[in-house]
Structure formats: structure tokens, C-alpha cells
């Protein structure tokens, strides 16, 4: 597990420059002035622009390889202000701009002790299939059973929705339905191996590694024995199991108009009788099955045993505090998107670097798929010690920048990098040329 899992968000008035505001990508209806292109391309001031970028890129580079002791090179994508040091993928960027979204809604603290062990809990869970009836276990897993109680008295599941729901277990919770939300807190876990997940209708607490306990919860559907040992058992249905395996299929890649939801949950509080010791049935022995998959990098554990609860958000853990300061967003930067987004993705790239051919696309989507949330800032990062046309495509973007099309340029270089990047310098140059005066970059 490396450390740093995302990168770090801070004040987004921080990444706006005092100095100007950065070029906006206009689209122009026709194609290219090849003449113009030509001349650009070879215009001095560009050259210069292009070789400034280069080496503020390359100290910063630096600066962050010192900084988190691991290489930095391209693509590197830098969300409010610091580096994304994980997988990049649609899925992955889509759940983090979302958890930005919604970052700290009615953020809960630990709560005191409300539960008394020597009483019966149960929770009456009504969906939008109807009722799911819940024990808890507040004798096996009390810290558990008194954040959820604690959790449901305060209104935090209300209008949840089941953001997971698949054929062995539905999952909820999270009130960003992301995966990744919380209630501003983590506490301990409380697993007893005498307690399994061995039966449909055990309920056991969602973490993201060992005492990251919040709110998200699951209900297994069937047998996951997979699951003993890593999370806390603190409850088993009662009733409502025909209504659990009832609500719909769902992935949190969906829209959430087609999830069912929680509509209230009511604790129900009993004299417990003397034979109550919240055992759960034993049951048949069941196949290995697949385990849910974590969307994130194990944060790490929580491992104070003399407080149960701390304060957790894992918004903190995605995106702890920059260690090196990242440039302001200046005149000088290519941007799509709106100038008032709450979330930024700068990106330093090179257009002869495949692994930025690679990303391009998948930043992109992301850019596209929030057009209201996401403003991408281009900045050139050519490793010309690596890709010997790196420069010289820099200055064609920028020159395509100079009639409304940097990013247009952009995407062509890198969407045809396989067929020019092996070409020498002189054809590279006959090729593009070629491609312009034709008409192809729109």
C-alpha cells in the first residue's frame, strides 16, 4: 500500500492566478489556416512559451519526486492542487470528483454511549420494497450497534440509497452513494470468529481497511464466507429477507434513479430476556464467493485500542494535504471547462509519451462526464531526453492554440501518436502539415 492515496484538497481560490485568467479553448467551425499553422508553428515566441513550460514542469517534477520520495514523470494529473498518485480510470476519477461533490454532508461526530447491553436493539429498515427487520447484536459488536443507533436516531440513513445491490449482498449507507462516504468518523472493529458470514441475512460494517468502521453497510443476500475475520458482524435480519433480495440490481456506475433507497429505519428497544446472548444460527458450510471489491487502496488502519472512535473522513485519506505547492492557474494555461468548477484537474503531459495516450482519453470522459464540475488545465511537460519530437509537438498544440483549436490538436497528436511518433522530424512535419491542409483536424 503506498501512502499517499490521491491527491490533496485545498481552496480552490488558491489555484486561481492574480495575474490573469487562463486561455479557454475556443472551437472554431472550420478547419485550420494552414498557412497560418505553418508560420506559427515556427514562431519563435511559441518556441520560447513551449521551452518555459518545459522547465517549470521539470522543477516541479523534481520537486515532487523529492518530496514523496517516488519518481514523477508523465502524465502527471494534479486534482485541487495535489498530485493523483493512483490508477487512472474512469470509474476510479468519476467516484473521487463525486465524493467532492459531496464532500462532509451532515458530518456526524463520534458519538457518546446511548446504548445500554443489557437491553435488545432492533431495526426496522423501510425500502422502497418495503420493511427489512434487523437484531443487533449489541452484546457482540457494542461500538458498532451504538454508531448505528446513534446513526438512525439522528436521521443520517434516510433517503440512503442501496448503491450496490448484487446477487449476494446490497450495500448502503453512504449518503454520497459513492462507496467512499462516511460519517465524518471511524471506530474500532469488533470481529468475533465465532460469528461468520456464513448465511444470507447476517449485516456486517463496510470499511476501508482495519478500524475504518462508519456508517456503509451490508446484507448478504447468500453465504460469503470470503468476508469472516475482515469485517464486523453486528446484526442479522429477522424478517424482510423476500424484500432484500427484492431491491434492484444495482452499481454505483448507475444512475441512481433506479436504486431503491431507505426510507426510514426505527431502533426498537426491548427488555432483552435472559437467554439472549445475540447468537447467530449456525449454517450449512457454503462454496467460496466472490468478495466485494474495495474502489480504493487500503488507507492506513486505526489502531488506537484505548478510543473506539476517531475522527475520519476518507475524503482526508484520498486527498491529504499537498506537500509541494502547485503552480496557480495563469494566462498562460490551456483550460476547458468552467472557470468557477469546483474541482481542477491540472494535467502535465507530453503528446509523444504513450502513457499520456493512454490517459488522455480516460481524463477526458471524466472532463466530459461533469461538465459543470470539472475545468482541465493543460500544461506541457516534454521529456525531449525520452521522445525526440516531444518539443515540436508541444508547439504545434500551441500553434493550433493560436486559431482556437489547442485541444483539438492535442487530441489528434495523441490519438495518431503510433503513426508519427517513429517518423523523423522533417516527416513528422510533411505529415501534419499534410493532415491540415487536408482538412482532417476539425
Known amino acids: 500500500m503506498r501512502k499517499i492515496l490521491f491527491p490533496v484538497l485545498i481552496v480552490f481560490a488558491l489555484l486561481l492566478s492574480a495575474c490573469g485568467t487562463a486561455k479557454t479553448a475556443t472551437t472554431a467551425a472550420a478547419g485550420l489556416d494552414a498557412a497560418k499553422f505553418a508560420t506559427d508553428w515556427n514562431d519563435p515566441a511559441i518556441a520560447q512559451k513551449v521551452s518555459a513550460d518545459q522547465a517549470a514542469s521539470d522543477k516541479l517534477g523534481k520537486e515532487l519526486s523529492q518530496a514523496y520520495q517516488t519518481g514523477f514523470g508523465t502524465p502527471t494529473l494534479i486534482i485541487n492542487g495535489s498530485p493523483y498518485m493512483e490508477q487512472r480510470s474512469v470509474e476510479l476519477l468519476s467516484l473521487v470528483v463525486n465524493l467532492i461533490k459531496n464532500k462532509n454532508p451532515a458530518v456526524q461526530q463520534c458519538p457518546a454511549t446511548i446504548i445500554d447491553t443489557t437491553k435488545d436493539y432492533s431495526a426496522t429498515i423501510t425500502t422502497t420494497k418495503g420493511d427489512i427487520v434487523i437484531d443487533l447484536l449489541e452484546k457482540v459488536a457494542p461500538v458498532s450497534v451504538n454508531s448505528f443507533v446513534s446513526l438512525a ?136 464467493a466472490t468478495v466485494p471489491s474495495n474502489p480504493t487502496p487500503t488507507p492506513a488502519p486505526y489502531t488506537d485500542s484505548q478510543t473506539p472512535c476517531k475522527p475520519f473522513n476518507i475524503l482526508d485519506e484520498i486527498l491529504p494535504p499537498s506537500k509541494v505547492k502547485i503552480p496557480d492557474v495563469t494566462s498562460a494555461d490551456w483550460v476547458k471547462g468552467p472557470a468557477d468548477a469546483p474541482i481542477n484537474f491540472i494535467l502535465y503531459t507530453d503528446l509523444q509519451c504513450p502513457f499520456c495516450a493512454e490517459a488522455d482519453p480516460i481524463i477526458n470522459a471524466v472532463v466530459k462526464a461533469f461538465p459543470n464540475d470539472v475545468r482541465l488545465v493543460f500544461r506541457h511537460w516534454p521529456l525531449a531526453s525520452l521522445h525526440d519530437k516531444a518539443l515540436q509537438a508541444a508547439r504545434a498544440a500551441e500553434a493550433a492554440g493560436k486559431q482556437g483549436k489547442f485541444f483539438e490538436m492535442a487530441e489528434f497528436l495523441f490519438t495518431n501518436q503510433a503513426e508519427w511518433s517513429a517518423k523523423s522530424a522533417a516527416d513528422f512535419t510533411t505529415w501534419l502539415n499534410g493532415k491540415i491542409a487536408s482538412g482532417t483536424i476539425k
Open 153 to 288: 436516531q439522528n436521521g443520517w440513513f434516510k433517503d440512503n440509497a442501496f448503491f450496490v445491490v448484487r446477487d449476494q449482498f446490497a450495500m448502503t449507507g453512504d449518503k454520497t452513494n459513492t462507496g467512499l462516504g462516511g460519517p465524518g468518523y471511524a471506530f474500532k472493529d469488533e470481529i468475533d470468529p465465532a460469528y461468520t458470514f456464513d448465511k444470507e441475512g447476517v449485516v456486517g460494517m463496510y470499511n476501508f481497511g482495519p478500524g475504518t468502521n462508519g456508517s456503509q453497510f451490508f446484507i448478504l443476500k447468500a453465504p460469503l464466507t470470503a468476508l469472516s475475520g475482515r469485517y464486523t458482524i453486528f446484526g442479522v435480519v429477522t424478517q424482510g429477507m423476500e424484500v432484500l433480495k427484492n431491491l434492484t440490481l444495482h452499481e454505483t456506475t448507475q444512475d441512481l434513479n433506479s436504486a431503491d433507497k431507505i426510507l426510514t429505519m426505527t431502533i426498537v428497544t426491548a427488555t432483552a430476556p435472559s437467554t439472549n446472548s445475540n447468537t447467530v444460527p449456525s449454517g450449512p458450510t457454503p462454496t467460496p
